[in-house]
Nanobody
């Protein structure tokens, strides 16, 4: 599976962005997928996750109510809609995927897209 992330950019606080992660090589059906981010000087953190089993969705506390993870099966794409952005959201965002119910480690990773929020 190859993942191509896009949609990052420089925006002002309070703005919105939508990140995309298009998969190739296989369908995203059956995959658990997620968005991670890594801010300068910080460890990578899980932002949002969409598990295939039960279609359970998880958000880290700091983005609840502002970010929405979704999929478009017709285009084989994972999205992250980000609203009311603030400076703490500045990071490189990575999409990731793994086969459902196969451990906790994500097997496939996109190249990352940079989101910079100016205050």
């Amino acid at each position: 599976v190859q993942l191509q992330a896009s949609g990052g950019g420089l925006v002002q606080a309070g703005s919105s962005l939508r990140l995309s992660c298009t998969a190739s090589g296989r369908t995203i059906i059956g995959l658990s997928m997620a968005w991670f981010r890594q801010a300068p000087g910080k460890e990578r953190e899980l932002v949002a996750r969409h598990q295939w089993s039960g279609h359970n969705i998880y958000y880290t506390d700091s983005v609840k109510g502002r970010f929405t993870i979704s999929r478009d099966y017709s285009t084989n794409t994972l999205y992250l809609q980000m609203n009311i952005l603030n400076a703490e959201d500045t990071a490189i965002y990575y999409c990731a995927a793994k086969n459902n119910n196969v451990g906790n480690n994500y097997r496939w990773w996109g190249q990352g897209t940079l989101v910079t929020v100016s205050s």
